[in-house]
C-alpha cells in the first residue's frame, strides 16, 4: 500500500524536474536564433580572461593550504641549540603620531625579560604632534629608573618609516635587531623565545604571529582578525615549511644586522620596506624563521577609514617591491616553484583591478550568456566564479579551526561579510595598485590607533582621521549599479548568480557607507566609556 502510494507521488517529481530542467537548461526553442558578433565577442573575451586570472589566484590559496598541511613536519619549535651567553640586542620602535599608545608600547618594552647590560632601546620618534612631548617624558622616565632606552627625534621624516630603522641602525649597539609598531605589545619572553634561533648562522630573521588585542570589540575587527589570522597562519606558515620565500611584517620580528646590512639596509623606494628587504636578504642567501606559537599582540583599526589606509597602503608597496623585485628573483638561480610562489605572492594585488573590471563587464556578459545559454553558464561561468571566490571562504576557514579547533565552527557567521568586506575594499585598493603600476609616489600613510581595546572605549574625533574624498560615494554608486544586476538576475529567473552578486552589494554598500558614517559624524561614541589617555599618568 504504501509503495503504490508513493509511485504516483515520485512519477510526477520526476516528471517536474524534467520539465524543469527542459524550460531552462535543455529548452532548444531559442537554439540558432543566437548569432555570435563582433561586440559580444569584444565583451566576453575580457570577461574570461578575467575571470581565469581570478581563478588563478584563487586556486593558489588551494595551493596554500596544501603545502601547510603536506608539510607540516617541518614546523618549526624550538631552536636546536642555545646561546651560552646571550647576545646583545637593539629594540626598535619607529613611532609617528602616536599619542594614544606609545605609554602602553614603552610599558609593554620595558617589561621584556632580558639582562639590561645586553639591552638598549631606540625610540624613533618622527611625529609632528603631543606625541613628541609624551614619548620624551616616557623615555626620561624609564632612564631615570635605569633602562637602557634613549629618544631619537628627527625634524624631517625623510624615508618614513624606512628612514627611521636605517638611522636608528647608526648609533644602535646590537648584534641583533628586533622591531615593534606603536600599536604592538610585546610580551616578556618575546626575545627569550627568539633570539636562540640565531645560533644557526644562515638564519638571518624571525617572524612571529600577530594576535590580536580589540579582536571582539566590533564586527569590524571580528573581520579583520580573520583576514590577518589567514595571512599568518596560511601563508606565512605555508611558504616558511615549503622553504619558499616569505616576508618580514614590518613588526614583531627579529633582524640579524649582518642580514640588514648584506642586503643592503633599509630603502625606502616602496611603501612596503619589509618586503623589499625581506626578498633582498633571501636572495642574499640568508633564511627566515616563522614562529607561529609566540605570539605578539596587537590593536587593530576600529575604523573603516583606517582599515582601507592600511589595506591600501599595503597594496601598493607590494605591487612596488613586485615592480623592483620580481625581475632579480626571475634572474635569479632560485628553484622554480620559488620563483612561481614569489610571482604570486608579489602581485597577488593585480586581483583589485580584476575585479573592477569583472563588475564593469558582469552585466552585460550576463545578458549575452543569457541568450547564448544556461547550461554553458553552469559549465563553465560559475565554476570559475567558485574558483575565485569559494577559495576565499575555505582558506580563512581553515585558518580559523586551525587556531581554534573547538570554537571555529563560529567563522561561519562571518565568512560572507569577510567576502564582502574584500569586494568592498576593491576601489581603494585599484587605485592604490594603478598608482604603483604607474610609479606615482606617495607618504607612508600610518594607521591611525586609539588604544581601543574593548567595548567600553570609545573613538574621540582627532586629526588622525583621514579625508573620505570621492571614494565612498564611488562605492554607494556601484553597490547600486549591482542592486540592478541583482534585480535583473531575478526577473530572469538566474536565482543562481544572485548570492555572488549580493556579497558585491553588501560590500561597496558596507564599506561606502561606514566610511561615510564614521569619518562625517566626528566624536560618536562607539560605546559607553573611554580610558584613553592622551598623556601618560604616573611619570
Sequence with gaps: MMVSALFPAALLASRGITQYLNQHFFNTTFRGLYRANAFDMALLVPYFVVLILLASYGMHRYVLVYLYYKNRRNRTGEPAARFEELPRVTVQLPIFNEQFVIERLLDSVCQLKYPKDKLDVQVLDDSTDETQAVARGLVEHYAAKGFPITYIHRDERQGF????????????????????????????????????????????????????????????????????DGHFVLEHSGRARSNVFFNFNGTAGLWRRTAIEDAGGWQHDTLTEDTDLSYRAQLKGWKFIYLQDVECPAELPVEMTAFKTQQARWAKGLIQTGKKILPKVLKSE?????????????????????????????????????????????????????????????????????????TWPRALLYLPFLMALGVGLTITNTRAVLEALLGHQSAFARTPKYRVESKKDRVRHTGYRKRLGWVPWLELLIGGYFACTVYYAIVNENYITVPFLLLFVLGYWYTGLMSLLQGRLSGISLSAENHTKPFPVGV
Design 334 to 406: 632560485q628553484p622554480f616553484h620559488v620563483k612561481l610562489e614569489a610571482c604570486y605572492h608579489l602581485t597577488a594585488n593585480l586581483s583589485y583591478p580584476l575585479m573592477i573590471v569583472l563588475s564593469v563587464l558582469l552585466l552585460p556578459a550576463m545578458i549575452i550568456r543569457f541568450y547564448q545559454g544556461w547550461f554553458q553558464m553552469l559549465c563553465i561561468d560559475l565554476p570559475l566564479f567558485l574558483a575565485s571566490t569559494f577559495s576565499i571562504s575555505s582558506f580563512y576557514l581553515v585558518s580559523q579551526r586551525e587556531l581554534f579547533p573547538r
Design 161 to 228: 618609516k624606512a628612514g627611521a630603522l636605517a638611522n636608528g641602525l647608526n648609533t644602535a649597539k646590537g648584534d641583533f635587531i628586533a622591531i615593534f609598531d606603536a600599536d604592538f605589545t610585546p610580551p616578556e619572553d618575546f626575545l627569550l623565545r627568539t633570539v636562540h634561533h640565531f645560533t644557526d648562522p644562515k638564519i638571518g630573521m624571525v617572524q612571529t604571529r600577530w594576535t590580536h588585542i580589540n579582536r571582539n570589540y566590533s564586527f569590524l575587527t571580528e573581520v579583520e582578525a580573520i583576514l590577518l
